[in-house]
């Protein structure tokens, strides 16, 4: 009787506070959370809360990394939320952080005996339908650019590694980007965001110049921001040093591990004994939760490859083909994705980034099997997430506020640019018919999102080029052709079709000659286009 009796979410949990007249309690909170930690340790265990949460309230705990889908809906904005729901799943009151004293008085006045709630239902969410033009897009972005300190958006620095890889794929194609990218990767690798001891990014910076981090490290932001450097070609030391921070502190044996704490003891400030950079460390590591999620563990798939063609170090390959290995145990025989082991199954950003990661190992490695599970995880989305526009983030179902579809832009992004280069591999137009699908839901979505829909503009602006398809009959060639500056080019391992140590550049209905030349190939790719 000395904790509160909290279970995951579930219709059993909503069934069981109809039957007994009771509110909801719901806390989402992550492992990576420094004021989820202080809740935990300062406020939940106040003999009264526990009184009130035991004797008055359902209550339910939910991880924002196990179930997003919920975190998308209910959250407060930040974490850790938490909001008093009804029976039915509909808010009636939701707050962030609160200590014993404001959140005792919450809960009696949410379950006082008799006490009768006022609420309106939430209304289905109307989808815009209309796609927004790439080029409004573009100028959201040019609007949204610090041109001070780099990065996008004002106060808070997040990397917003989607505008960023976006701008990349422009500046490779010849278009002016007016020094955004240079500034705001320059920005990112220096002390502040980066860890210039350990190796890899914070998850953000409070501060507009990138310094006064928060402190957790994910998993999914710092693969995105491997894969961004890599692509980029900038600033090997940081490729190198966050490719080595994820070996070092999140492999497992089974994949790569969700993230690491935020841990303000740990990374100390000593005026006396700075490490490199101005940073100091107490002893030890902070916690590092061991869940392996399959999404980001397709991220990070992706970016090792990325990493293993810019630095010549095969040994990264290898770990994304182990981690790959492991991802697949996820997927079942239908293609269904599961977040976690035993986790929820079928979200649409893990169907989209297993498919991805799967596409960029059958491309790596030349192996059929992998564009085969990236095609099952395909079939499922189309069959099972498919909108009138765009896919939507879980299966139908549920209570409250998870009975309404969402069409996250992000996602759908993915999805269609893992669609779209499979279609190259495979010149399947199922292939194709997926990614013009996601790519209308995205650029519907885009009015939403401000500078945020790059990746929606990206992927249109790629489905607008004929897929080219390098096959590369040797490793040498494959890897200096992941490096170079094509952004629309699909690099293909294989034994046969052009000479050992060759390449060949082919469009759905031409192939040109075989080249040595990594210049020459990029030559006739844009030819074929």
């Known amino acids: ?102 959140l005792i008085p919450l809960l009696e006045s949410t379950s006082t005996p008799g006490q009768r709630w006022v609420i309106g239902k939430a209304e289905p ?79 953000y910076a409070t501060r507009d110049d990138w310094q006064v981090p928060h402190y957790e490290k994910l998993l999914d932001d710092n693969a995105r921001l491997l894969r961004l450097y890599a692509r980029a070609g900038v600033h090997d030391e940081v490729v190198a040093g966050t490719a080595t921070w ?62 293993s063609a810019r630095l010549g170090r095969p040994g990264l390959a290898g770990v994304a083909r182990m981690a790959m290995a492991e991802v697949a145990t996820l997927v079942d025989g239908e293609g269904a994705v599961s977040r976690l082991a035993g986790g929820a199954r079928g979200l649409l950003d893990d169907q989209a980034l297993v498919a991805e990661a799967a596409v960029a190992c059958g491309a790596w490695t030349g192996d059929d099997a992998w564009l085969g599970l990236a095609d099952r995880c395909l079939r499922w989305t189309e069959a099972n997430l498919k909108l009138s526009s765009g896919y939507r983030d879980v299966v139908e179902g549920g209570v409250g506020a998870m009975r309404q579809a969402r069409r996250p832009l992000l996602a759908n992004a993915a999805l269609g640019e893992a669609a779209w280069r499979l279609f190259a591999l495979s010149g399947a137009e199922a292939h194709r018919a997926i990614a013009e699908h996601a790519r209308d839901g995205a650029l519907a979505e885009a009015v939403r999102y401000g500078f945020m829909a790059a990746p929606a503009a990206a992927l249109a602006e790629r489905m607008a080029r004929r897929p080219v398809v390098a096959k590369c009959n040797g490793v040498t060639m494959r890897d200096a052709l992941w490096n170079a500056p094509d952004p629309d080019l699909v690099v293909r391992l294989v034994t046969e079709g052009t000479p050992p140590g060759t390449a060949l550049a082919c469009s759905p209905s031409a192939c040109a000659r075989p080249s040595t030349s990594v210049a020459e190939v990029l030559q006739h790719a844009a030819s074929l286009r």
């Open 125 to 203: 969410e109307v989808m815009p339908t209309a796609p927004v033009e790439v080029d409004a897009v573009w100028a959201q972005v040019k609007k949204g650019f610090d041109p001070w300190h780099g990065g996008f958006g004002e106060l808070e620095k997040f990397p917003h590694t989607g505008t960023c890889e976006w701008i990349l794929d422009r500046k490779q194609r010849g278009l002016d980007d007016a020094g955004m990218l240079d500034k705001t990767l320059d920005a990112m690798a220096a002390p502040g965001l980066y860890d210039p001891v350990d190796g890899a990014f914070f998850r």
């Open 1 to 102: 009787m000395n904790e509160i009796p909290w279970q995951p979410w579930s219709d059993a949990a909503f069934e069981r506070a109809r039957r007994e007249n009771r509110p909801v309690l719901l806390h989402i909170g992550a492992t990576w959370c420094h004021w989820c930690h202080v809740m935990d340790v300062g406020t939940y265990p106040h003999p009264e809360v526990i009184r009130l949460a035991r004797d008055r309230f359902v209550c339910i705990r939910v991880d924002t990394d196990h179930r997003p889908d919920i975190n998308e809906r209910y959250n407060q904005g930040g974490w850790p939320t938490c909001c008093i729901l009804d029976a039915d799943g509909e808010v009636l009151v939701g707050r962030l952080y609160m200590p014993a004293q404001e």
């Open 246 to 307: 994820l070996l070092r502190h999140l492999w497992t044996s089974e994949g790569l591990a969700g993230s690491m704490d935020a841990s303000e003891e740990f990374y100390c400030r000593d005026d006396h004994e700075l490490g490199p950079g101005g940073w100091g460390r107490a002893e030890g590591h902070p916690g590092v939760d061991r869940a392996v999620y399959a999404g980001w563990n397709g991220l990070a798939i992706t970016a090792l490859l990325r990493a």
